[in-house]
């Protein structure tokens, strides 16, 4: 009897954790105009002398965003009169100056609105008005350098309403300034969504340049060269883009219809840098590491199983044969990324020698889980230490895992152990080290010498030497909602000397549990690995170092310190791990929003003892996590 019950129960819960059969997607008229992509390299139209003779149109299309015998769905898109059309829509790139002779015209039975298209010209009333079937001429200049998108929609819709459609008819404008123009690469985002009309799951993909990872473009650079990538946000939602193995000099954060150089000395060196809805981000980097490398978003909801039309049923006959999408992959081994990541592969220059570290520094990372240790009896992964023989329990798991203390310019060998049952790999997430120990599975690396996940009772030796002092996260980078989610993620600090503990603190926020339902986002979180952390002492009238990192896979954070009347003030010092010079180091309101990957660094002193908290909470509702701050006398009065 027991056993029925048992059962019956153990059934039940099969059936309440099953992720629900995915849907039917729209279908493209029969012999629809296929879609292709492009990677912005080629603008559109004839110039002749100063002026830029284009014509556009908008047709519906059948888009394959993903492989060859991955869905098909219906969208509007633009092409160039006498060419098929393209998503990103064809590329509008003219020198500062150039006049546009536009011709819109639209082949669609569905009445648009066109918007950005004349960027810097006009900005609250750029809305061409195309009725079905109509064709307008528009004559204006472009005078403004910098990077934009052009956009459409249903009459009456909006940038931030479009779903399917028409959420794809967007097409970058660059206007070039005078002098050379740096070699770049043109990226726009955008998003295919497709609700249903009662609580069942949408059917959702990201792409770059229309294709979603891993058919996104590959791209080619050579070691050493220096590159501009623009980055164009074409989706209503923001995205922390990170780059792997370089830090990059951010020199725009624009809008679609407005952009602007960031005056030379306060241009921002990150790795990582929140791109705002309909933003658009430009920046330089040189990538001076051979090896495969990505630029993604760090949102792992953008860049799994949550984004991608593959194994969608391509009508209902076929629906119930798939099911199990979009819940993240429980054993790690189902589980691709998808959606919004790009490959660059950079080719190394004549002389190049591979990496070796000499007189290495061991460290032992254990990759373990510790049952009913999360809200919801959820089990906890993690890491701990091991140090000298003595082996750590098998359910050690530390919250977040331990600081790894590694020393500026000192080889260390990390050898991660994966006591888990399932694989994983580990990224260093902005150091600036040699790609193969970078943690991607079947990505990191180059030629015929490429890293693969570490198989359970399996280890990985990552091999590198820090070459920067700074805050940085590592954390999985295989199957992140779940992993991450569930407490793979810790702090890595390169010093130059050895911390005093006592003025230099380490505020990790990240993921406490799993997300419950399928596509939810996860409302769990923690803080120093605790949902109460206890509170941190800090002395009066000393210069404290706080070290913040974002690492919650599914949220922007905001860090916000101040006491019931007042929000303190704090000098920025660091992000993502470099050091500000002087001119961008200074003093301001004590709060910062950062998304997944993103680290600061700020100094603060308090001259009277007292109380403060760190209010750390979600930028969109969600959660919120005090740290309580305790400001104590001076140990000893200062001498007369
Ligand atoms: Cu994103």
């Known amino acids: 009897m027991a056993a029925v019950i048992g059962a019956v129960v153990l059934a039940l819960q099969v059936q309440i954790a099953a992720p629900p059969t995915r849907l039917p997607l729209p279908k493209p008229a029969l012999g629809a105009i296929r879609v292709s992509n492009h990677g912005n390299t080629t603008p559109a139209g004839a110039l002749n002398g100063k002026v830029l003779t284009v014509s556009l149109e908008v047709v519906t ?3 394959r965003p993903e492989g060859d015998t991955d869905p098909e769905v219906p969208i509007l898109a633009f092409a160039e009169a006498g060419k098929g059309p393209v998503n990103p829509g064809p590329l509008i790139r003219v020198r500062q100056g150039t006049e546009i002779a536009l011709t819109l015209s639209n082949r669609t039975d569905s009445s648009l609105v066109i918007n950005g298209l004349r960027p810097g010209v006009s900005t609250t009333t750029d809305s061409v008005h195309l009725p079905a079937r109509a064709t307008r001429e528009l004559r204006y200049r472009l005078d403004t350098p910098g990077t934009y998108f052009y956009g459409g ?8 309403d479009r779903l399917w459609l028409d959420s794809q008819l967007n ?6 300034g005078p002098g050379a123009v740096r070699a770049d690469r043109i990226f726009v985002l955008s998003e295919w969504f497709h609700p249903y009309d009662d609580n069942r799951p949408f059917e959702v993909v990201s792409v770059i340049n229309g294709k979603g990872w891993p058919h996104t473009d590959r791209i080619q650079l050579k070691q050493g060269d220096s590159t501009r990538f623009r980055v164009i946000n074409a989706i209503p939602l923001w995205h922390p883009m990170h780059l792997h193995g370089f830090f990059y000099r951010v020199v725009a954060r624009g809008m679609w219809n407005k952009d602007g150089p960031i005056p030379e000395p306060m241009r921002p060196l990150v790795n990582t840098d929140l791109l705002q809805p309909a933003g658009t981000l430009t920046f330089d980097f040189a990538p001076t590491t051979p090896g495969n490398w990505l630029m993604h978003c760090h949102f792992s909801f953008h860049m799994d199983e949550t984004v991608t039309l593959s194994g969608s049923p391509p009508d209902s006959a076929a629906m119930n044969a798939h099911a199990g999408h979009g819940a993240p992959a429980a054993n790690g081994s189902e589980h691709r990324m998808r959606g919004l990541v790009v490959g660059l592969q950079v080719a190394p220059a004549r002389g190049h020698n591979e990496y070796r570290a000499t007189n290495a520094r061991e460290i032992r990372l254990l990759a373990q889980k510790d049952s009913n240790r999360l809200i919801n009896q959820a089990t906890a992964y993690g890491f701990v230490l091991q140090r000298g023989d ?10 977040p895992g331990p600081v790894l203390e590694l020393v500026r310019g000192q080889p260390v060998r990390i050898k991660v152990v994966n006591n888990l049952d399932e694989p994983t790999g580990i990224h260093w997430h902005g150091l600036e080290i040699p790609s193969f120990p970078d943690g991607v599975p079947d990505w990191s690396g180059m030629g015929n010498r490429i890293f693969h996940s570490i198989a359970p009772r399996d280890s ?8 920067r002092s700074g805050t940085y996260p590592y954390h999985s980078h295989l199957n992140e909602r779940h992993q991450i989610n569930s407490g793979m993620y810790g702090a890595i600090i390169v010093s130059d000397q050895p911390r005093d503990p006592k003025r230099d603190h380490v505020i990790v926020a990240g993921g406490g549990g799993l997300p419950l339902q399928h596509k939810a986002e996860s409302h769990f979180a923690l803080v120093n690995g605790r949902r109460f952390p206890p509170p941190l ?3 009066a009238g000393t210069t404290h170092r706080l070290r913040l990192l974002s690492i919650h896979p599914d949220w922007r954070v905001a860090f916000t310190l101040r006491n019931d009347s007042t929000v303190a003030r704090w000098r920025a010092v660091a992000k993502d791990g470099a050091e500000m010079p002087a001119i961008q180091a200074t003093e301001r309101p004590a709060h910062v929003e950062m998304g997944p990957g993103e680290t600061a660094d700020f100094e603060f002193r308090a001259m009277t003892p007292g109380r403060w908290r760190l209010e750390v909470k979600s930028v969109e509702s969600g959660w919120y996590i005090p740290l309580e701050i305790i400001v104590v006398p001076p140990a000893a ?3 007369e």
């Open 390 to 399: 003595s082996v750590p329990a098998r359910d050690s798991v530390l919250l």
């Open 61 to 63: 299309g059948a888009w």
């Open 171 to 176: 097409g970058a404008i660059v206007v070039d």
């Open 153 to 160: 929609w249903f009459t009456g819709s909006s940038f931030s």
């Open 460 to 467: 990985f030796v990552a091999e590198f030497t820090p070459p």
């Open 637 to 639: 009065p200062p001498p």
């Open 537 to 539: 002492t800090l002395e």
